[in-house]
């Protein structure tokens, strides 16, 4: 039994496959969400239990400076006798400051993370364009994707998918070109796809609207 599945294979086209390989071959169309506001509750959630396991970690540190024992008292001064210790004192401070150092380094590298996917250009409106067109055409099967984030890329009424910094793009690829270029493109597809978006959007994932549209988008590498 082969291990993958051609694209262009009967069954498969407008699938989710298909769309994967448009976007393998053209990471310029590969147009994804950026999940803003679930990324800041992740990292709300995260600055939440750091600033607990913070508020735990200096009361241990406290009541350690105040103990009778010189050793325990050393703590705050010798990483050494701390990472060393065996006693029930030292081995809680030191098992909390390692899990708030484990905690620390994941919000760390979260809020980096995120600064890296919002300082990343999106696509092009005209990129956006036709992804869109690709999805509602005869290639992409009219819009018959299934399951959740089928419209993922379906245009709103009140315009919050095209919002700036809404998606991210895996290639900025023609994204430097000139302003006229871009613009002539972006307004000779708006008109298409603002009926186009439309029936996509309206399309229900249970009882789809089959359409009729030319294919505006010829993908060599996906057939």
Same mark, same amino acid.
């Given at each position: 039994?082969?291990?993958?599945?051609?694209?262009?294979?009967?069954?498969?086209?407008?699938? !989710?496959?298909?769309?994967?390989?448009?976007?393998?071959? @053209?990471?310029?169309?590969?147009?994804? #969400?950026?999940?803003?506001?679930?990324?800041?509750? #992740?990292?709300?959630?995260?600055?939440?239990?750091?600033?607990?396991?913070?508020? +735990?970690?200096?009361?241990?540190?406290?009541?350690?400076?105040?103990?009778?024992?010189?050793?325990? #008292?050393?703590?705050?001064?010798?990483?050494?006798?701390?990472?060393?210790?065996?006693?029930?004192?030292?081995?809680?401070?030191?098992?909390? !400051?390692? @899990?708030?150092?484990?905690?620390?380094?994941?919000?760390?590298?979260?809020?980096?993370?995120?600064?890296? =996917?919002?300082?990343?250009?999106?696509?092009?409106?005209?990129?956006?364009?036709?992804?869109? $067109?690709?999805?509602?055409? $005869? @290639?992409?099967?009219?819009?018959? %994707?299934?399951?959740?984030? !089928?419209?993922? !890329?379906?245009?709103?009424?009140?315009?919050?998918?095209?919002? &700036?910094?809404?998606?991210?793009? %895996?290639?900025? @690829?023609?994204?430097?070109?000139?302003?006229?270029?871009?613009?002539?493109?972006?307004?000779?597809? &708006?008109?298409?796809?603002?009926?186009?978006?439309?029936?996509?959007?309206?399309?229900?994932?249970?009882?789809?609207?089959?359409?009729?549209?030319? +294919?505006?988008?010829?993908? +060599?590498? =996906?057939?």
């Amino acid at each position: 039994m082969p291990d993958t599945v051609a694209a262009d294979s009967p069954g498969v086209q407008g699938s !989710w496959l298909r769309l994967a390989a448009l976007m393998g071959c @053209k990471p310029e169309l590969a147009v994804l #969400r950026t999940f803003r506001k679930l990324n800041a509750l #992740r990292l709300l959630e995260m600055q939440s239990e750091l600033v607990q396991e913070e508020q +735990d970690f200096e009361y241990i540190c406290g009541l350690d400076s105040r103990d009778e024992c010189p050793v325990t #008292r050393s703590y705050q001064v010798d990483w050494d006798v701390l990472n060393g210790s065996q006693g029930k004192g030292g081995s809680v401070q030191r098992d909390a !400051w390692r @899990k708030l150092r484990d905690k620390l380094e994941a919000y760390n590298s979260a809020v980096l993370q995120q600064i890296q =996917i919002t300082a990343h250009e999106g696509p092009s409106g005209h990129n956006l364009g036709l992804l869109r $067109g690709f999805l509602g055409s $005869g @290639k992409g099967n009219n819009s018959s %994707l299934r399951g959740s984030g !089928w419209d993922t !890329w379906a245009e709103e009424e009140n315009g919050f998918r095209n919002q &700036k910094g809404e998606f991210v793009v %895996l290639s900025a @690829k023609y994204r430097e070109r000139d302003y006229f270029t871009r613009w002539a493109g972006e307004t000779a597809l &708006k008109h298409f796809h603002t009926f186009l978006g439309r029936r996509f959007k309206a399309r229900s994932p249970t009882h789809p609207q089959r359409t009729q549209s030319a +294919d505006i988008l010829e993908i +060599d590498c =996906i057939g």
